[in-house]
């Protein structure tokens, strides 16, 4: 059985588009289980007010083609997300008309109104035992992931698994980046939300058309990918996407935690891929590579405390860019970030580094800075 298709796709345009989706969900059967009068899901990567043409987001394009196929087969679809900051009408609706979901509404889809949350009990959760989340997915028979492949200031890389993210309503995201401070918790409580929806999430897409690299996951450079990827497998998938921009399961803690759990192998060698992964590999990349000192972490205690503070990655405002308005400052969850002089100042010492300044610095100001003698020890940008 094939874990993950990928295909050529080499822009937005309608044709190339239906062409790709069907060619790189045949491996998987298609969308042979959808059945005439499901509610599917389609769990879009919507993380903010953002243009399709930052590439920031999942790409309009690519939703209203698959919109029309599970219109085809009888589907009825909603799309949804929780961007971060308030998750209401007013907020999330005007992240939808940023983001070009109205041409899927247009399609017939429904972009989401039930901003309802629920509470989840999961007790055989790595980490999150609890948690809430969007109420709309309880509603839908399916759910379609469909994230876009970005470089991402906390977790390295967000494609498939990052986005379930996004299933936690945005008011809340602040307390689980608190709660979760460590890298591997954050990723395992991401993990977790992958598990808990597993049930219903009969595919994964990624959208790797245009990909962002450098200060991702909103802030970043648009980049030429030209792929589309499935699976059924949100972390097969993920370990795919890392392979094309140079990344692998000890760069991405998402990955690390999936491969330690047994859910993916080390190596996309031991995937059985439809398509040819090599050729849509691109060596110069500009990663974020927030998470080489996990490499560091089999040699004792002390030696992962010190690499953890010697060679961890920090934000940092540029002077240069920072417009004063501190939306950083007031999205962080640790408060720790105030305002001299017109530019953000953080207090190192309890910055947990969620990188939410990061994420969500409306003009690129605030990023992620790797420490000298990290940029020696690992030879990358
Ligand atoms: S959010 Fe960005 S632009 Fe605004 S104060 Fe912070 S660093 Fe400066
Ligand atoms: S300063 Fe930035 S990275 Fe540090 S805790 Fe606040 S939001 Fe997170």
Redesign the pocket.
């Known amino acids: 059985m094939t874990d993950v298709s990928l295909t050529t796709c080499n822009t937005y345009e309608k044709t190339e588009i239906r062409t790709a989706l069907e060619k790189v969900l045949s491996p998987l059967g298609g969308l042979g289980w959808v059945q005439s009068g499901m509610l599917i899901a389609i769990k879009a990567n919507l993380v903010s007010m953002m243009k399709p043409e930052t590439a920031a987001t999942t790409h309009p394009a690519l939703l209203c083609e698959l919109v029309r196929m599970l219109k085809e087969k009888g589907a009825e679809v909603v799309i949804g997300d929780s961007p971060g900051g308030l998750y209401n009408s007013f907020a999330v609706n005007r992240v939808y008309s940023a983001t070009g979901m109205k041409d899927a509404e247009r399609e017939g889809a429904t972009l989401n109104q039930n901003f309802e949350m629920r509470e989840a009990s999961f007790p055989e959760a790595l980490v999150a035992r609890d948690f809430t989340y969007t109420a709309y997915l309880d509603e839908a028979d399916a759910i379609i992931n469909f994230c876009k492949l970005k470089t991402h200031?906390?977790m390295g890389m967000s494609a498939a698994a990052k986005n379930m993210f996004g299933v936690v309503p945005g008011t809340f995201k602040?307390e689980y980046?608190f709660r979760y401070?460590d890298h591997k918790d954050f990723a395992s409580m991401i993990l977790d939300l992958n598990a808990y929806f597993a049930p219903k999430v009969k595919l994964c897409i990624a959208d790797a058309v245009i990909g962002m690299e450098g200060n991702g996951p909103t802030q970043g450079t648009p980049r030429k990918i030209g792929a589309l990827l499935a699976s059924a497998s949100p972390h097969a998938l993920d370990l795919a996407c890392a392979y094309l921009i140079g990344l692998g399961v000890n760069d991405v803690p998402t990955l690390q935690v999936a491969h330690e759990n047994g859910w993916i192998p080390e190596s996309v060698d031991a995937l059985k891929i439809d398509g040819n992964l090599d050729s849509f590999v691109i060596n110069d990349y500009h990663n974020i590579h927030v998470r080489r000192s996990l490499q560091f972490e089999g040699h004792g205690k002390f030696a992962a405390m010190f690499v953890r503070s010697a060679l961890r990655a920090?934000?940092r405002p540029d002077k240069k860019t920072c417009i004063g308005c501190k939306k950083?400052a007031e999205?962080?969850?640790?408060?720790?970030?105030t305002m001299k002089n017109g530019i953000?100042t953080?207090?190192r010492e309890?910055?947990?580094?969620?990188?939410?300044?990061?994420e969500f610095c409306p003009v690129g100001a605030?990023k992620v800075h790797r420490p000298l003698i990290a940029k020696l020890l690992n030879h990358k940008k």
């Open positions: 200031g906390m602040p980046h401070p920090v934000p950083c999205i962080c969850p640790a408060h720790i970030i953000p953080i207090d309890n910055c947990i580094t969620c990188f939410c300044c990061q605030m």
